[in-house]
Every structure is written in structure tokens, then in C-alpha cells.
């Protein structure tokens, strides 16, 4: 299994985003998160297509965008010509999820969903296939620096069981309260991508941070075994 660390930049220092990028890919991050929140979907406000677009400017890493918006068909076509890697829609967010998985892929987007902690896996379960990347959030989203929501490991467990019952080489993402305390359990019940942001962005350099945070996934990782 090939871990990825994919730091959020909700926790960055705005005023220097391309300086605080700079130090995590220098780290080796793998991809870079962007918290897209539109104050409907969760009660916090940041940022759309324009920060993507510069970003992509910037660097050519993969650009992870996890949309917290209702609505998010209306982002799709902006979000492409912005340059995202991977789009990612909850699945509470919309009853077309088929529909815009397939257009986010038809735009030449990785597509991805994420689910609510409270969001069983098997509103999922119809479109597995149609997945580059499942997320499975750790924490209610819409705010950085919450606390671990614990049973999301089992959840985490279940979702790869899922992915590999299926054939799936979609990733399993986590996010929320991945730190150097969490991000061992994690791995080990099987997610392979872990987002964080307070835990990268308030340690004191954080390009180390994401190697150490890389190094405990992949200690949690060999723990497993069943590998991709
Ligand atoms: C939460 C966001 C996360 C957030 C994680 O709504 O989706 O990506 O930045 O932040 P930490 O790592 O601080 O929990
Ligand atoms: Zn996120």
C-alpha cells in the first residue's frame, strides 16, 4: 500500500500559501488538500476556484479539492479549468451522485466522494466503481483542529474491506484530527491517504512533520495484511 500525505491548507498561513506549500512539498508531501466551504453545507466559509487556479500556477502537485458545498455541480467546470486533480462531493450534498461523478471524470477530474461521519458506507455501495478516491471522514467537517471522532477506524476497516471486495483501486482518504497519535491506527485499519493541516502547519517545521507523519503510516501500514 503506497501511503499519501496530503497536508491542508486550512491550517496554513494565508498570508505566505505558496511559502507553506513550498515547505510541505519539500517534505515530500504527496498532494496538497483545499478545503472548499461555501457556509451552506457547514457553518465555515474559505475559498473556490481562484485559490485552486493559483495554486496550480504554482506547483504541479496533485490538487486535492474536497467540496463542503451544496449544490456542487455548479463547481465542477470552474474547478477543471482551475487545474484540480481530484474533485471530491459528499455524498449528503446531492441525489445525483452517479451523474456527477461522471461528469467531474468527463471534465478530467479524479473523482471522489466523502462521507459524514453519521453517512453509513452503504450509500456508497452503487457507485464504488465509479470511485478514484473514497474519503472517510474523521471528524464533522467544516473547521480544522477537532478532535478525533474514534469510531472511524472501524469505519476505516469496513471501507477497505469494501474497496477490496470490489477490485476498487480507489484511495481511502482520512481527514480530520490525523496526527501523530491517530495516523498509525489509521493506516493499520487501512486508509493509505491522510489529510491533515493543524498538525502539519503549527509544528515547528513542517516539512519534518510530514515525513514523521509518513513514517508512522507506514509502520501502521505494515501492520496490515492484505497490501496494494
Ligand atoms: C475539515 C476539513 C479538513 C481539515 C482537517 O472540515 O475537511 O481537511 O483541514 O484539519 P485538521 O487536520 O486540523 O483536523
Ligand atoms: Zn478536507
Redo the contacts with the bound molecule.
Keep these: 500500500m503506497t501511503v499519501r500525505i496530503a497536508p ?1 491548507i ?2 496554513a498561513d494565508l498570508a505566505h500559501l505558496m511559502d507553506e506549500v513550498e515547505r510541505v512539498l519539500a517534505g515530500g508531501a504527496d498532494q496538497i ?1 483545499v ?1 472548499v ?1 461555501d457556509g451552506h453545507f ?1 457553518p465555515n466559509l474559505t475559498w473556490g476556484a481562484p485559490v485552486v487556479a493559483a495554486l496550480r500556477r504554482f506547483t504541479d502537485a496533485p490538487l486535492d479539492c ?1 467540496l ?1 458545498v451544496e449544490h456542487p455541480e455548479a463547481y465542477i467546470v470552474p474547478f477543471a479549468e482551475a487545474g484540480a486533480t481530484f474533485l471530491t462531493i459528499h455524498v449528503e450534498a446531492t441525489p445525483h451522485l452517479e451523474r456527477h461523478l461522471a461528469e467531474i471524470r468527463r471534465h478530467g477530474m479524479r473523482p471522489g466522494v466523502a462521507l459524514n461521519p453519521a453517512t453509513p458506507l452503504t450509500t456508497i455501495e452503487e457507485i464504488v466503481d465509479e470511485l478514484d478516491l473514497l474519503l472517510v ?1 474523521t ?8 478532535p478525533f471522532w474514534d469510531p472511524a477506524i472501524d469505519k476505516v476497516r469496513r471501507a477497505r474491506a469494501l474497496l477490496e471486495q470490489r477490485d476498487s483501486r480507489a484511495c481511502l482518504e482520512v ?5 501523530r497519535e491517530t495516523i498509525h491506527h489509521l493506516a493499520a485499519a487501512g486508509a493509505d491517504t491522510f ?6 502547519f503549527t509544528a515547528a517545521d513542517p516539512s519534518a512533520e510530514v515525513r514523521e507523519l509518513r513514517r508512522l503510516a507506514e509502520a501502521g501500514a505494515g501492520g496490515r495484511t492484505v497490501t496494494r
Excluded: E
Aim: net charge negative; proline share 3%; charged share 5%.
Design positions: 491542508s486550512l491550517s488538500h478545503d466551504m457547514v474536497h463542503m471522514m471528524v464533522n467537517p467544516g473547521f480544522g483542529g477537532q481527514d480530520g484530527g490525523v496526527t489529510v491533515s493541516g493543524t498538525a502539519i
